[in-house]
Nanobody, 123 residues
Framework: QVQLVESGGALVQAGGSLRLSCAVS????????MGWFRQAPGKEREFVAA????????SYANSVKGRFTISRDNAKNTLYLQTNSLKPEDTAIYYC????????????????WGQGTQVTVSS
């Protein structure tokens, strides 16, 4: 059974930084495309960032490009999202997702999801 467990969410002031982590078990991590999505209150879930199996390809939403960095450590079965220069509009539950396919930006392309970690950015 594949499990994804996020951590690292917190309350932070605007301009601050957080590092989110996602620990994966029950699957060969290096065989998974990984992504981060987020959902703010009253809004639909949206794509944030994704990374290919070998870390060569990354993709970002325009709203986070230049501020967030996605990375992975295949030896530790862990996905990361470094978030810098946080803004109040980044407030959301952040979800880690894993895909056995090669698509990256659409939530329907992902097979497994974590429970989420709350990021709150105060102004």
């Amino acid at each position: 059974q594949v499990q994804l467990v996020e951590s690292g969410g917190a309350l932070v002031q605007a301009g601050g930084s957080l590092r989110l982590s996602c620990a994966v078990s029950g699957h060969t991590f290096s065989g998974l495309t990984m992504g981060w999505f987020r959902q703010a209150p009253g809004k639909e879930r949206e794509f944030v960032a994704a990374i290919s199996r070998n870390s060569i390809v990354t993709s970002y939403a325009n709203s986070v490009k230049g501020r967030f960095t996605i990375s992975r450590d295949n030896a530790k079965n862990t996905l990361y999202l470094q978030t810098n220069s946080l803004k109040p509009e980044d407030t959301a539950i952040y979800y880690c997702a894993a895909s056995e396919k090669v698509g990256m930006r659409r939530d329907y392309e992902y097979d497994y999801w974590g429970q989420g970690t709350q990021v709150t950015v105060s102004s």
